[in-house]
Protein backbone atom coordinates (compact mmCIF):
# COMPACT_ATOMS: atom_id res chain seq x y z
CA UNK A 1 0.00 0.00 0.00
CA UNK A 2 1.41 3.53 -0.75
CA UNK A 3 2.25 5.96 2.67
CA UNK A 4 2.14 9.18 2.42
CA UNK A 5 4.42 12.22 4.44
CA UNK A 6 3.68 14.98 4.74
CA UNK A 7 6.82 17.83 5.28
CA UNK A 8 6.83 21.84 4.62
CA UNK A 9 4.63 23.33 7.81
CA UNK A 10 5.61 25.59 10.41
CA UNK A 11 4.90 29.17 12.25
CA UNK A 12 4.26 32.38 9.90
CA UNK A 13 2.66 35.80 10.06
CA UNK A 14 -0.24 36.78 8.41
CA UNK A 15 0.11 37.11 4.44
CA UNK A 16 3.54 34.85 3.82
CA UNK A 17 3.26 31.96 2.14
CA UNK A 18 4.01 28.68 2.84
CA UNK A 19 4.59 25.24 0.31
CA UNK A 20 3.72 21.89 1.54
CA UNK A 21 4.86 18.58 0.41
CA UNK A 22 3.36 15.03 0.26
CA UNK A 23 5.43 12.24 -0.64
CA UNK A 24 4.34 8.90 -1.76
CA UNK A 25 6.40 6.34 -1.21
CA UNK A 26 5.89 5.13 -4.86
CA UNK A 27 4.36 5.80 -7.77
CA UNK A 28 0.31 6.01 -7.59
CA UNK A 29 -1.69 5.11 -10.78
CA UNK A 30 -4.99 6.60 -12.21
CA UNK A 31 -7.79 6.54 -11.81
CA UNK A 32 -7.06 8.63 -8.25
CA UNK A 33 -8.21 11.56 -6.49
CA UNK A 34 -5.41 13.09 -4.21
CA UNK A 35 -6.30 15.88 -1.79
CA UNK A 36 -5.14 17.87 0.97
CA UNK A 37 -7.67 18.33 4.19
CA UNK A 38 -6.90 20.28 7.30
CA UNK A 39 -7.80 20.54 10.80
CA UNK A 40 -7.90 23.32 13.22
CA UNK A 41 -7.58 22.87 17.02
CA UNK A 42 -10.86 24.22 17.70
CA UNK A 43 -12.62 22.11 14.98
CA UNK A 44 -11.81 18.68 16.16
CA UNK A 45 -15.71 17.73 16.43
CA UNK A 46 -15.78 19.05 12.66
CA UNK A 47 -13.72 16.41 10.80
CA UNK A 48 -11.41 17.45 8.71
CA UNK A 49 -12.09 20.24 5.70
CA UNK A 50 -11.42 19.35 2.39
CA UNK A 51 -9.74 21.98 1.09
CA UNK A 52 -7.71 21.24 -2.20
CA UNK A 53 -8.26 18.04 -4.74
CA UNK A 54 -5.95 16.65 -8.09
CA UNK A 55 -6.78 13.54 -9.99
CA UNK A 56 -4.66 11.77 -12.04
CA UNK A 57 -5.51 14.05 -15.15
CA UNK A 58 -4.21 17.01 -13.42
CA UNK A 59 -7.88 18.80 -13.04
CA UNK A 60 -8.05 20.81 -9.46
CA UNK A 61 -10.82 21.93 -7.17
CA UNK A 62 -10.55 23.93 -4.29
CA UNK A 63 -12.87 24.70 -1.35
CA UNK A 64 -14.36 29.00 -1.38
CA UNK A 65 -11.89 29.51 1.72
CA UNK A 66 -8.86 29.01 0.22
CA UNK A 67 -9.42 29.59 -3.74
CA UNK A 68 -7.35 32.08 -5.10
CA UNK A 69 -4.74 31.52 -2.33
CA UNK A 70 -4.05 27.96 -2.48
CA UNK A 71 -2.85 26.20 -5.25
CA UNK A 72 -2.59 22.17 -5.48
CA UNK A 73 0.29 20.47 -7.85
CA UNK A 74 1.87 17.38 -8.42
CA UNK A 75 5.46 16.58 -10.04
CA UNK A 76 4.40 12.44 -11.15
CA UNK A 77 8.39 11.28 -11.60
CA UNK A 78 8.89 12.24 -8.25
CA UNK A 79 5.45 11.22 -6.80
CA UNK A 80 4.88 14.09 -4.74
CA UNK A 81 2.13 16.38 -4.12
CA UNK A 82 2.24 19.80 -3.54
CA UNK A 83 0.17 22.81 -1.71
CA UNK A 84 1.27 26.83 -2.25
CA UNK A 85 -0.29 28.52 0.44
CA UNK A 86 -0.22 32.32 0.03
CA UNK A 87 -1.38 35.11 1.19
CA UNK A 88 -2.04 33.01 4.63
CA UNK A 89 -4.53 34.22 7.45
CA UNK A 90 -4.64 32.83 11.24
CA UNK A 91 -7.69 30.67 10.18
CA UNK A 92 -5.73 28.96 7.94
CA UNK A 93 -4.02 27.07 11.26
CA UNK A 94 -4.28 23.66 11.63
CA UNK A 95 -2.90 20.53 11.13
CA UNK A 96 -2.36 19.54 7.42
CA UNK A 97 -3.20 16.29 5.41
CA UNK A 98 -2.75 14.60 2.51
CA UNK A 99 -4.67 11.56 1.29
CA UNK A 100 -6.05 9.45 -1.78
CA UNK A 101 -8.27 7.03 -3.36
CA UNK A 102 -8.48 5.23 -6.34
CA UNK A 103 -11.36 6.85 -7.87
CA UNK A 104 -11.89 10.22 -9.39
CA UNK A 105 -14.78 11.74 -6.59
CA UNK A 106 -16.20 14.13 -8.66
CA UNK A 107 -18.65 16.44 -6.59
CA UNK A 108 -17.31 14.03 -3.30
CA UNK A 109 -14.03 15.34 -3.45
CA UNK A 110 -14.17 16.77 -0.60
CA UNK A 111 -15.59 14.12 1.66
CA UNK A 112 -12.60 12.35 3.95
CA UNK A 113 -14.71 9.31 4.43
CA UNK A 114 -14.03 9.12 0.63
CA UNK A 115 -10.68 8.35 1.09
CA UNK A 116 -8.30 5.47 1.66
CA UNK A 117 -4.86 6.31 2.57
CA UNK A 118 -3.37 9.27 4.83
CA UNK A 119 -0.63 11.07 6.03
CA UNK A 120 0.51 11.88 9.85
CA UNK A 121 -0.26 15.77 9.19
CA UNK A 122 1.94 18.87 8.99
CA UNK A 123 1.39 21.70 11.74
CA UNK A 124 0.43 25.07 9.99
CA UNK A 125 0.58 28.26 12.22
CA UNK A 126 -0.60 31.61 11.29
CA UNK A 127 -0.10 34.63 13.61
CA UNK A 128 -1.65 37.78 13.23
Known amino acids: QVRLVESGGGSVQAGESLRLSCAAS????????IAWFRQGSTKEREGREGIAVIDNDGSTSYADSVKGRFTVSKDGPENTLYLQMNNLKPEDSGMYYCAYTLARLGPLAFRENEYDVWGQGTQVTVST
Open 26 to 33: RRIYGPYC
